[in-house]
T-cell receptor
Framework: GAGVSQSPSNKVTEKGKDVELRCDPI?????LYWYRQRLGQGLEFLIYFQGNSAPDKSGLPSDRFSAERTGESVSTLTIQRTQQEDSAVYLC?????????????FGPGTRLTVL | GQQVMQIPQYQHVQEGEDFTTYCNSS?????IQWYKQRPGGHPVFLIQ?????EVKKQKRLTFQFGEAKKNSSLHITATQTTDVGTYFC????????????FGKGTLLTVNP
C-alpha cells in the first residue's frame, strides 16, 4: 500500500471489554512500532517489532496489553478488560529496519474511547 | 532509561517571527529525528541528523545536532500559519537505530 493504515479509525467501547487494533505497515518494512498518545501529550512507546519478533516490549503498561505480528506484515494490539485510562490515540509506525537512516512512517491512528 | 526532554512545551508567535525548540537527551544519541504533527493529524518525519555538529536546512527550517550528540534544535525563520503544529524530537542510542524515544513536543501556534 501507499502508507501505513490502521483500523478501526475510531473505537468506542465499554469498560471491561476487550479491543483489537490493527496495523498494516508499508510493504517490505521489517520494523513496526506501537505508540500511545493521550490528548495533548507526547508519544508513549509501547512495543517494537523487528520482523515477527518483539525485542522490546518494555513500554506495555500492563499485562492487559499484548501485541503480535504475523508474516512480517500485519500487527494487532490487544487490550483486555479496558479501563477508562486506556482512552487515547494508538499510533502505529513502520520503518525499513535497515541502515542508518530510518525514518518512521506513521499511520493515522485509532482513537480509542473507553466509557 | 533514556530520557529526551524538549522545551518549551508551548510557543505562541506572531506570523513572521522566528521560533526555536530545543531537545536534550540524558544519554549520547546515535541519531536524532524530528517530526511534525498538525492538529488532528499524525506525526510526519521531517529530518534525521546523525553526525556530531551536523546542521541541515529545509527552506525556512534549520536543524542542528550538538557536538556531544546529546542535544538538538529546530529553528524556523519567519514563521507562517502553515507552521502550526507540534514539533517532536526523537532520539535513538545504545546501538539501536530503530527504537526512538520521543520528547513531549513543542506546540507552536502562529497568530496571523
Amino acid at each position: 500500500g501507499a502508507g501505513v493504515s490502521q483500523s478501526p479509525s475510531n473505537k468506542v467501547t465499554e469498560k471491561g471489554k476487550d479491543v483489537e487494533l490493527r496495523c498494516d505497515p508499508i510493504s517490505g518494512h521489517t520494523a513496526l512500532y506501537w505508540y500511545r498518545q493521550r490528548l495533548g501529550q507526547g508519544l508513549e512507546f509501547l512495543i517494537y517489532f523487528q520482523g515477527n519478533s518483539a525485542p522490546d516490549k518494555s513500554g506495555l503498561p500492563s499485562d492487559r496489553f499484548s501485541a503480535e505480528r504475523t508474516g512480517e506484515s500485519v500487527s494487532t494490539l490487544t487490550i483486555q478488560r479496558t479501563q477508562q485510562e486506556d482512552s487515547a490515540v494508538y499510533l502505529c509506525a513502520s520503518s525499513t529496519g535497515q541502515g542508518i537512516y530510518n525514518e518512521q512512517f506513521f499511520g493515522p491512528g485509532t482513537r480509542l474511547t473507553v466509557l | 532509561g533514556q530520557q529526551v526532554m524538549q522545551i518549551p512545551q508551548y510557543q505562541h508567535v506572531q506570523e513572521g517571527e522566528d521560533f526555536t525548540t530545543y531537545c536534550n537527551s540524558s544519554t549520547t544519541l546515535s541519531n536524532i529525528q524530528w517530526y511534525k504533527q498538525r492538529p488532528g493529524g499524525h506525526p510526519v518525519f521531517l529530518i534525521q541528523l546523525v553526525k556530531s555538529g551536523e546542521v541541515k536546512k529545509q527552506k525556512r527550517l534549520t536543524f542542528q545536532f550538538g557536538e556531544a550528540k546529546k542535544n538538538s534544535s529546530l529553528h524556523i525563520t519567519a514563521t507562517q500559519t502553515t507552521d502550526v503544529g507540534t514539533y517532536f524530537c526523537a532520539g535513538s542510542s545504545g546501538g539501536s537505530n530503530y527504537k526512538l524515544t520521543f520528547g513531549k513536543g513543542t506546540l507552536l501556534t502562529v497568530n496571523p
